[in-house]
């Protein structure tokens, strides 16, 4: 990666470079090495978060709620924080739900979703107090029995699989068949079914979608949804509480990758809210996000073992790999293959440059870190980074395979 595409992924000022060496929040990252005790580790920026929420909110219309989607960065040290900074956290299993419920956010503004949440597992988060994303008929039908036996509704929110969805977003959870949600047109039937339980209604979530970085179809979308929530509202068996719009905002990882505007994605919220108070003076709108709120805090950082010549062709040879970054492997969820932004972190700048691919350890082709990139050239002993891995890295990763030992996690 060249410096000018560094500054571009790196515009905030966390990330810098001193003496030749990358520094994180100011500190160098051989320091931040030596702290981590071994390589390979993940290392997650306290003040960009902080910087962030506060940035984004300064963008979107006050009573905009906003939450953390925990699956993102589950590590309990930054969902402590993100807990300090947000209004809510949205967890999709009960691992999750006692991570944010262990940061003392409030169990009224935690939330679970996900399809196949299991008898116990609704049972807990009623328990808990927790709104309950409700995703089919069965989840209701069990919920009611929940509130009949311990005489305390359980929160529920009617998760919809929206008629429409986000336009080419990565990965698509909304429209047409899905395993997500109740589908819009059942959803009055459902309400009314809603109504008949101990059950107590808060309201609607409906998410379309993930990794999206198109203005227009983010707008479009949350335009959709509130329609949609309006319709639905009619048939309410109360008032409505909560719309959460779900989120879906991206970040830059590729050439070419523009950093969202979110000023127009404000201003279109703000243009929402009268109409969404029209027919629900009630309800909050929860916009919950999670990459595009951690993503760009995180590294990860590996270890140059070998460097191998075959066939006229650098490996850069590493400790880290898919096992331990399955996303910046090409793995998860990317249809084309592209490098994520990689640097040498002890050598940002080396006049010296070549192009070299980073592998992994792995007895697999799979095992990419960066294939054929510009980078500056590196010996053993170097330290491979990989920025925008705040999200999605390593809970999202098969660390099991192969066997080699889980990588460090550290806040600073
Ligand atoms: C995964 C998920 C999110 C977070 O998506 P990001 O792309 O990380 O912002 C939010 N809500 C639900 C229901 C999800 O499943």
């Known amino acids: 990666m060249s410096i000018d595409e560094l500054g571009r992924h790196a515009r905030h000022p966390f990330f810098g470079v001193r003496e030749d060496c990358l520094t994180v929040d100011g500190r160098s990252l051989l320091e931040i090495a030596v702290q981590a005790g071994r390589t390979p580790f993940y290392v997650y920026v306290r003040r960009y978060m902080t910087d ?224 969404i108070r029209s027919h629900m003076p009630d309800a909050e709108l929860i916009l919950e996000l999670g990459r595009y709120l951690v993503g760009e805090s995180g590294l990860y950082v590996c270890r140059v073992i070998d460097r191998k010549i075959s066939r006229g062709h650098t490996f850069l040879v590493t400790d880290g790999g898919l096992h331990q970054h399955l996303a910046a492997s090409g793995n998860f969820g990317q249809v084309v293959r592209k490098n994520y932004p990689v640097l040498i972190g002890n050598h940002v700048r080396e006049a010296q440059r070549e192009t070299a691919s980073v592998v992994g350890p792995l007895c697999t082709p799979l095992d990419v870190l960066a294939d054929r990139m510009e980078l500056s050239v590196a010996h053993e002993g170097d330290l491979v980074v990989v920025l925008q891995s705040g999200a999605y890295g390593l809970t999202a990763s098969p660390i099991e395979f192969l066997g080699h030992p889980a990588p460090v996690e550290l806040v600073v």
Do not use: W
């Not at 169990?107 to 196949?116: D, E, F, L, T």
């Not at 009617?158 to 997500?180: A, C, D, H, I, Y």
């Open 52 to 275: 962030r929420v506060k940035e984004l909110r300064s963008l979107l219309p006050d009573d905009v709620r906003l939450h953390y989607a925990v699956k993102a960065n589950p590590m309990p040290a930054v969902v402590n924080h993100m807990a300090q900074l947000v209004d809510g956290l949205d967890v999709a299993s009960s691992r999750e739900m006692q991570v944010a419920l262990d940061t003392g956010m409030v169990a009224a503004n935690i939330s679970i979703a996900g399809p196949g949440k299991t008898n116990d597992e609704l049972a807990q988060a009623a328990a808990a107090g927790i709104t309950i994303n409700i995703e089919s008929e069965r989840e209701i039908r069990v919920l009611g029995e929940i509130g009949r036996r311990s005489g305390r509704p359980p929160r529920v929110a009617v998760r919809v699989n929206p008629e429409f969805e986000l336009k080419t977003s990565g990965m698509k959870m909304g429209g047409g068949p899905k395993q997500f949600g109740i589908d819009s047109e059942r959803v009055p039937d459902i309400l009314q079914e809603i109504r008949r339980l101990p059950l107590e209604f808060r309201g609607f979530h409906i998410f379309s979608g993930s990794q999206n970085l198109r203005v227009d179809a983010l707008i479009e979308a949350q335009c959709r949804s509130a329609e949609l929530a309006a319709r639905l509202a009619q048939h309410a068996p109360a008032p409505v509480r909560m719309i959460n719009l779900g989120g879906g905002f991206g970040i830059p990882y590729f050439p070419g990758d523009q950093p969202l505007d979110i000023t127009p994605i404000g201003a279109n919220l703000r243009s929402l809210i009268p109409e």
